[in-house]
């Protein structure tokens, strides 16, 4: 080798530990010697046939140099063994044997090298040692890099396969999104188609019950009407008049039926909240479905587009519960959800469906909670389903409501529009003066706009005066007991205490005060159960103005001749 690599090798090599294995001692010191010579930094432990193992296994060597004859062992036993705790370490055979067999033989075993000992010094045995351990560094290098090799091969196989599988997913996803598409897209024709088909069935009901019903009634109003005559006897003529008259009540309440149906005055006089209540009732007396209605008075939005449409949804949402629910009751709420959104929710307790099934437009009558969702996503909202099979069905609707504020204005701009409208018909000129006291009336009702109606219809009358009002059944209880009013006008459906409940408990308070029981609806058992909590009369809110004020004066003048009498 040449001299100018020789201190290059010795550095790299400089903390080699050597196990030397020999019998003979002046071997051993021969060879030490020659190794200290070319490895001035070099560790060499001396062992014998017998001792090697121990040595082998007290430390770890770069290198293991051994004798082929030693006593109880050989030298393909220390091979054998050193190779069992490190399989790399070069074992170089150093013997007097001198043949061209035994050298193929040691290099077939095994053995890193094969060299005689020659005369000293022994020149030839650390050339071995420094070739076997650069074997050795360039085939732990080669090991290294196979392994990294390896490891990157199954990096890019695994990547490979984390590839496909990405690119798998996003084909499906595409497939699913395609087929997600194309089906919207087949709902939205089927949706237009069945709006198209719904307005034509609508105008042709219209158009029926028209022809077959309104207009034959008011033929045959003129046919009577006709037949009064001159010559036509006076019983004839009052009979006559009954019938006209017959009929045209008859007229008169199918064209309500049809405007109610249509677009029900309610939702553009008094708000949604009523509105939703009138349904409610509609849809009871109607089709039997009890339905509860709790709303909030200050949670409509204020975008009149926006409360038709939740009118009409809920309309369509009571209607499914009466064709597909199975129920006897369910339950209409409408309540804000956060500052910027209002929440109106329909739930039974029928049969219920799975939600990803209903997707499609509804079959028969109406457009399904497809049509719905469809519709309410156009103006921002958002729709929730939850339903479980035989536990019932919760369909939660959330629209946008622009924020206020004042957490007094979150009522609808008919409920200004109504407020205003009562100032502006206010007269210039004050009513004349009421000789005695006045009539002092505490009014009842949930709904604030109707609260405010009453208050400005009556504030114009003479002798009579708005003591107070009242929200809530529990409410008008306490305030009749403290202002001991004369008539307390009681809207029947309330909350916290109903109409009935709240009458009943006054009259056994004050067995003396006028109650006069409000409803929106004509029922004969609603009026019965006022009638026995002790109301005196029950009127509706949209019959005659002038029919509220003469009860309420008559009332008042029935208490006053019975407190004379007593």
């Known amino acids: 080798m040449p ?21 003979h001692p002046a071997d051993v010191k021969s060879a030490a010697d020659a190794l200290r010579r070319e490895f001035p930094e070099v560790s060499i432990t001396e062992a014998d046939g017998e001792s090697f193992p121990e040595a082998l296994r007290g430390d770890s060597f770069d290198a293991v140099i051994t004798d082929e004859a030693l006593r109880g062992s050989a030298g393909k036993s220390v091979l054998e063994q050193v190779h069992e705790c490190c399989e790399d370490t070069p074992v170089i055979l150093f013997t007097g044997i001198v043949s061209a067999d035994a050298c193929s033989a040691a290099l077939n075993a095994g053995f890193a090298d094969f060299v005689s000992k020659a005369p000293e010094p022994y020149s030839r045995l650390s050339m071995s040692v420094r070739m076997a351990l650069q074997r050795r560094d360039l085939l732990r290098e080669a090991k290294l890099k196979d392994e990294s090799n390896r490891r990157q091969h199954e990096e ?30 087949q709902q939205l024709r089927m949706l237009a188609s069945e709006l198209t088909k719904a307005e034509e069935r609508e105008r042709r009901r219209l158009a029926q019950m028209l022809h077959d019903d309104l207009q034959q009634m008011l033929v045959a109003a003129r046919m009577h009407i006709t037949a009064i005559t001159p010559e036509a006897s006076p019983t004839r003529m009052i009979e006559l008049i009954r019938h006209v008259d017959d009929l045209l009540d008859r007229s008169i309440r199918l064209s309500r039926n049809l405007t109610h149906r249509a677009s029900p005055p309610v939702l553009y006089d008094a708000g949604l909240a009523p509105a939703f209540e009138w349904l409610g009732r509609q849809v009871e007396e109607e089709h039997g479905l009890e339905v509860e209605v709790d709303c909030d008075d200050e949670a409509q939005p204020e975008s009149q587009d926006t409360r038709i449409f939740l009118y009409q949804a809920c309309r369509e949402l009571l209607f499914n519960v009466v064709k597909h629910a199975g129920s006897k009751r369910c339950k209409l709420a409408m309540h804000r959800a956060g500052n910027d959104e209002v929440q109106v929710s329909v739930c039974d307790e029928g049969t219920g469906f799975d939600p990803d099934e209903k997707g ?77 006291a006045p009539i002092r009336v505490l009014l009842a009702d949930d709904h604030r706009i109707i609260r405010a109606s009453l208050a400005g219809l009556l504030r114009n009358q003479p002798g009579i005066e708005v003591a107070g009002q009242a929200g809530d059944g529990q409410e008008v209880i306490e305030k009749a007991i403290s202002l001991r009013p004369d008539v307390v006008v009681m809207d029947v459906t309330m909350p916290v205490v ?3 409940e709240a009458t009943r408990r006054l009259m056994q308070e004050i067995p003396d005060l006028c109650v006069i029981a409000l409803s929106m609806h004509e029922k004969e058992d609603m009026q019965q159960a006022m009638r026995e909590a002790g109301a005196i009369r029950y009127l509706t809110k949209d019959g005659p103005p002038d029919m509220l004020i003469a009860a309420i004066r008559s009332c008042h003048a029935k208490r006053k001749q019975s407190q004379a009498v007593t």
Not at 6 to 14: E, I, Q
Not at 374 to 384: A, N, S, T, V
Not at 385 to 403: D, K, N, Q, W
Not at 418 to 429: G, M, S, W, Y
């Open 498 to 500: 109903d109409g009935v």
């Open 3 to 23: 001299e100018s690599h020789t201190p290059k090798v010795r550095s790299a090599l400089h903390k080699l530990r050597i196990l030397l294995v020999d019998d």
């Open 156 to 185: 890019l196989l695994q990547q490979r396969e984390e590839l496909r599988a990405v690119n798998d997913t996003l084909e499906r996803r595409i497939e699913d999104r395609t087929q997600v598409s194309e089906r919207r897209s």
């Open 360 to 436: 499609e437009i509804g079959k028969g009558d109406g457009f399904g909670l497809f049509s719905i969702r469809e519709r309410l996503e156009l103006i921002g909202g958002r729709m929730e389903i939850e339903s479980v099979a035989g536990e019932g069905t919760c369909v939660r609707l959330f629209a946008p409501v622009p924020m206020s504020d004042d957490p007094q204005m979150g009522t609808n701009e008919v409920h200004r529009t109504l407020v205003e409208a009562l100032e502006e018909t206010k007269p210039d000129v004050q009513p004349p003066a009421f000789n005695g």
